[in-house]
């Protein structure tokens, strides 16, 4: 079982509507979560940041945390095509409080 | 905030050559540093960590002899490929951190290499 996984996609979603991307992680004592963006041939970028259960906004992005479930995702509401990127979960690991384990990327594709 | 730099973005070299890049954290402190390489459509592999003042720790299968990691100072760490072969053509990324379990990580723009 892979440390934090995620459905490689691609994600079809039209413009306007809500992208919902998801995240399962393996670690039950994992206390951060991150989501980042990745354009093709960039280096990721930092979006949201997520330490307890329930809801956090950001803007048009919703980042969800159940740690019962060990489950982490990110809403992306009034899609643009822009949200167009690869989307890389990323967990702490309890052994180093600074390295994350990053999902393998679910890529969006925002239809217009 | 939370600025990484890279040099170079690009570089080319003939196979047998040595290559450095440097990463760099512009506004903060990054007590410890990341390395990552990423093949075409494939997803980030993490290469080895580096904390300021101390030897990097590698990933399993990660040559510490080939790929020399130096950590100088809180705002540079350098990664050296010593003798390039064409199989180490990737995309080379850092990442820097302030340190402590809620703290992300935040990435260079990364360094295309290509050996011939």
């Known amino acids: 079982q892979k440390e934090v996984e995620q459905n490689s996609g691609p994600l079809s979603v039209p413009e306007g509507a809500i992208a919902s991307l998801n995240c399962t992680y393996s670690d039950r004592v994992s206390q951060s979560f991150f989501w980042y963006r990745q354009y093709s041939g960039k280096s990721p970028e930092l979006i949201m940041s997520?330490?307890?259960?329930g809801d956090k906004e950001d803007g048009r992005f919703t980042a969800q945390l159940n740690k019962a479930s060990q489950y982490v995702s990110l809403l992306i509401r009034d899609s643009q095509p822009s949200d167009s990127a690869t989307y890389l979960c990323a967990v702490n690991r309890r052994s180093s409080a600074s390295k994350i384990i990053f999902g393998s990327g679910t890529r969006l594709s925002i239809r217009p | 905030g939370a600025v990484v730099s890279q040099h170079p973005s690009w570089v080319i070299c003939k196979s047998g050559t040595s290559v450095k890049i440097e990463c760099r954290s512009l506004?903060?402190?990054?007590?410890?540093m990341f390395w990552y390489r990423q093949f075409p459509k494939q997803s980030l592999m993490l290469m080895a960590t580096s904390n300021e003042g101390s030897k990097a720790t590698y990933e399993q299968g990660v040559e510490k002899d080939k790929f020399l990691i130096n950590h100088a100072s809180l705002t540079l760490s350098t990664l050296t490929v010593t003798s390039a072969h064409p199989e180490d053509s990737s995309f080379y990324i850092c990442s820097a951190s302030s340190g402590g379990a809620t703290s992300g990580q935040y990435f260079g723009p990364g360094t295309r290499l290509t050996v011939l």
């Open positions: 997520i330490y307890s259960n």
């Open positions: 506004d903060f402190q990054a007590t410890t």
